[in-house]
């Protein structure tokens, strides 16, 4: 590739410029003059900022030059990239201008030899996203009180057994199901969307758990195919993703209704831990204890108070009735006195 610099800002004829012009013409005269390329080099000294930027070093075995990636570009990539990596990378040529350092300024990422896997795993997420796949209000919140969890993997698979594991760990009362599958290779991706149908058809299962461990991003290359893409969107099923390590991203991950950054991680999002439900129960028990006792201490109160309200009627009868006597008694003594005098 051939690049021509053609120098047509004027600031260079000046006699004397600051350090400042200086920075800012030579800053102009990248920009302008060099449109943007594809690099490939090693990702080195990778720092992922808490903005979300993404800064590091590109080298090879001859050179090296610094580069920025700012959160909205590196978002879309996929896959957070590490030491060591081998990339190739989008990316326009400006001047940091306080330190007069150029750098890079990337849009776009890839993992270098695999453009092509790359390129149609965007092409496929971007249509997913465009179809709704995504879409945050289509996802489900797996069920607190599973009657059974369904595990997706290999029998072979060390996620299997750091799955089982983990289940057995948090929530011993709850029923496993395997449905096995192959996890790598053609025909894997194929049977794993067969396995959630087959998971749909029975009904026996609660949540689904999809899973795998690392691997290179052609080991995880089932885990972005179309059809199995469309199976975990059409299950009746809450599924939960855990393929591969925490900064690994595949269609499956975008597609499921809750991504775990690793298959352990999916077991533990799957379940409450027994320990956490037996204390769900003995605060509820304690609630309704003392529900009942407040109850009962308001009924107690509301038959004193009726009792006390029998009582005093009868004392007014009793007054009454004493009352009557003493009049009857003046009655006989007036009528006996007239009646005595005849």
């Not at 990636?69 to 201008?97: K, N, T, W």
């Not at 290779?185 to 999809?210: F, H, K, M, P």
């Not at 799957?270 to 509820?284: D, F, I, K, T």
């Amino acid at each position: 590739m051939t690049i021509e610099l053609a120098v047509t800002n004027n600031v260079f004829a000046r006699d004397i410029l600051t350090v400042a012009q200086l920075n800012q013409a030579v800053g102009q005269l990248l920009e302008r003059s060099i449109p943007a390329l594809w690099v490939r080099g090693e990702i080195s000294n990778f720092t992922q900022a808490a903005s979300g930027h993404w800064y590091f070093t590109l080298k090879d075995s001859r050179a090296a030059v610094r580069a920025v990636m700012f959160r909205g570009r590196a978002s879309a990539v996929g896959f957070v990239p590490r030491a060591g990596d081998q990339v190739e990378i989008r990316a326009r040529v400006s001047l940091y201008e306080p330190r007069g350092d150029y750098q890079l300024q990337v849009d776009a990422m890839r993992r270098a030899g695999l453009g092509n896997l790359y390129e149609a795993f965007l092409r496929l997420k971007e249509q997913l996203d465009a179809e709704g796949l995504f879409d945050p209000a289509r996802k489900r919140e797996p069920a607190p009180l599973p009657r059974a969890i369904g595990v997706i993997t290999s029998l072979h698979a060390a996620a299997l057994r750091d799955v089982l594991s983990a289940l057995a760990r948090r929530a011993p009362q709850v029923p496993v199901i395997i449905y096995p599958a192959p996890v790598q290779g053609a025909d894997a991706a194929g049977r794993l969307a067969a396995q959630i149908r087959l998971a749909n058809a029975r009904g026996e299962v609660d949540t689904l758990l999809l899973v795998r461990g690392g691997g290179s991003i052609e080991d995880l290359w089932s885990f972005n195919d179309e059809a199995l893409a469309r199976a975990i969107d059409a299950s009746a099923i809450t599924t939960i993703s855990g393929v591969g390590h925490e900064t690994d991203f595949t269609i499956a991950d975008f597609v499921a209704d809750v991504r775990a950054p690793t298959p352990t991680a999916a077991a533990e999002l799957a379940c409450v831990p027994r320990s956490e439900l037996l204390g769900r129960v003995m605060y509820a028990a304690e609630t309704l204890v003392r529900g009942q006792q407040r109850r009962l201490e308001r009924a107690a109160q509301r038959l004193d108070r009726a009792t006390a309200q029998l009582v005093s009627p009868a004392q007014r009868l009793e007054h009454q009735r004493e009352r009557l006597n003493g009049l009857s008694y003046r009655l006989a003594s007036a009528w006996a006195g007239p009646q005595a005098r005849r």
